[in-house]
């Protein structure tokens, strides 16, 4: 998809409780450097990620460059990996809504031009306290939460 998009900029995938991944496109491709399978880049990313081992969501990117999919092509971007939050069973009340909040973080973040590796931990966090509360909204934190200090 990203090849069939020139203006594309990046791509999110939420993956759940095992959080996301982006790619992240960049336009100033150099003739340097070798073509990363990005399969190989992902596995890289996700057991770097789990060896920070943090409760809290965090993000690990890959350097840029050109990456390649087998069947797919190449792009020339990075790629980065989301975790996240992990939420003892006792405090996970409804997951309903999760994934909207996630996403609603990330327009939120793009709009404060918050940098994908801000911008990735900071709607996990989002999802994460949605998850706490019934409900699809009632869990969502306002801007002035102090949870989400750290992340703006």
Known sequence: ?????????????????????MLEKHTQETTEGEISDVNIVLESLQKKAKGL???????????????????????????????????????????TGAGDGFIGAVLYALIARMPPEKMLPFAAKVAAAGCRALGARTGLPYRSDSQLGSYL
């Not at 999110?12 to 991944?21: N, S």
């Open 1 to 21: 998809m990203a090849l069939r998009l020139p203006r594309l900029k990046f791509v999110i995938v939420t993956l759940g409780e095992a959080g996301c991944i």
């Open 53 to 95: 081992s943090s409760n809290l969501p965090i993000s690990v990117s890959s350097e840029v460059g050109s990456l390649e999919a087998d069947g797919i092509g190449k792009i020339y971007g990075r790629l980065l990996v989301g975790t996240s939050e992990a939420i003892p069973p006792s405090e996970l009340v409804d997951t």
